[in-house]
């Protein structure tokens, strides 16, 4: 059973440019959560969804940023004409159930602007 | 609002010392607590959790006590190794709402041979 997936591991973007990491649970997992961890911060929270709801996206930033998890495929997370502070690692968890006390998390998106 | 605070870092030991890192929190409602570990390059791996007052939890010769009366959940471990060297994450989750987990800033372990 393979473990989160997230793609790509690293990416580069010139500023206005637009970025998308994608994210695929594990099997099984139809809940997804995406968190973003600034330099020398700790993560914070920024959407939770699951199959083509989103249930909380209370830490995303109003502009600039979406996400989806389609019925088929992988969640996207969209950041749309990136600024220097965008760069961050992007890191996704999923889980199999709401209630669930255990998230599991990929490896990271690390986006630079450039 | 819910938040977690750990200890600044970084943190330098010599193998086989004693390792504590302190964690409180601050909830609205009762969470569950966990640490997470972050080595170098990569994503973030549950070590241990406890979800109720009193709880322990343990992984690895870490463990953790859930104390509702200090609002606290410190890591310890008797005996560090080289290979404990990475990043820790106190993180809070408050059940009910979205469950989305509230982070510390981490804190950097080096553990020196």
């Known amino acids: 059973n393979a473990g989160v997936m997230q793609n790509p591991r690293h990416l580069v973007r010139r500023r206005g440019q637009e970025a998308r990491l994608r994210c695929s649970p594990m099997k099984g997992h139809s809940h997804v959560y995406w968190y973003r961890q600034l330099p020398e911060e700790g993560l914070k929270f920024m959407v939770y969804?699951?199959?083509?709801?989103?249930?909380?996206e209370s830490g995303m930033p109003k502009e600039r940023f979406s996400a989806e998890f389609p019925k088929e495929g992988p969640s996207i997370l969209r950041i749309q004409q990136v600024v220097r502070g965008d760069s961050a690692a992007y890191f996704c968890a999923s889980s199999p159930r709401r209630g669930n006390t255990e998230a599991f998390f990929g490896q990271g998106t690390r986006l630079t602007v450039v | 609002g819910d938040s977690v605070t750990q200890m600044e870092g970084p943190v330098t030991l010599s193998e086989e010392a004693f390792l504590t890192i302190n964690c409180t929190y601050t909830a609205t409602g009762y969470p569950s607590l966990f640490w997470y570990v972050q080595y170098p390059g990569e994503g973030l791996q549950l070590l241990l959790k406890a979800t109720k007052a009193d709880d322990k939890g343990s992984n690895k010769g870490f463990e953790a006590t859930y104390r509702k009366e200090t609002t606290s959940f410190h890591l310890e471990k008797g005996s560090v190794q080289v290979s404990d060297s990475a990043v820790y994450f106190c993180a809070l989750m408050l059940q009910g709402g979205s469950e989305k987990l509230v982070f510390g800033k981490g804190t950097k372990l080096t553990v020196n041979p």
């Open positions: 969804l699951q199959k083509e709801n989103i249930i909380d």
